[in-house]
């Protein structure tokens, strides 16, 4: 088993910033993609970003592509999604995921999932 803990969500301004975390443990080395969904109340999981750990190829939602960054660190089995320029439409419950599998997909249909974090841009 892979659990993952997300960390970092809060409330923020539109135009500002905000960094999260995923940290994974136990069985981590079985996990060869991780990525972020969001959902939005009254709306379905959607995909966010998405890494291979091995290469460190990324991958965006047209919604986020040259605002959100996903980045990775292997010694510290985390991977990171900074946000910024964000905008009220960003706001929801952002989740970490995970797949045994290099193949990146953009469906909800990873093997492991945090329990999300809330991120809301407001003024």
């Known amino acids: 088993q892979v659990q993952l803990v997300e960390s970092g969500g809060g409330l923020v301004q539109p135009g500002g910033s905000l960094r999260l975390s995923c940290a994974a443990s136990?069985?981590?080395?079985?996990?060869?993609?991780m990525a972020w969904f969001r959902q939005a109340p009254g709306k379905e999981r959607e995909f966010v970003a998405a890494?291979?750990?091995?290469?460190?190829?990324?991958y965006y939602a047209d919604s986020v592509k040259g605002r959100f960054t996903i980045s990775g660190d292997n010694a510290k089995n985390t991977v990171y999604l900074q946000m910024d320029s964000l905008k009220p439409e960003d706001t929801a419950v952002y989740y970490c995921?995970?797949?045994?599998?290099?193949?990146?997909?953009?469906?909800?249909?990873?093997?492991?999932w945090g329990q999300g974090t809330q991120v809301t841009v407001s003024s």
């Open positions: 995921a995970a797949r045994r599998s290099t193949v990146v997909i953009t469906t909800p249909s990873y093997d492991y």
């Open positions: 136990g069985r981590s080395f079985s996990v060869y993609t």
């Open positions: 890494i291979r750990w091995s290469g460190g190829r990324t």
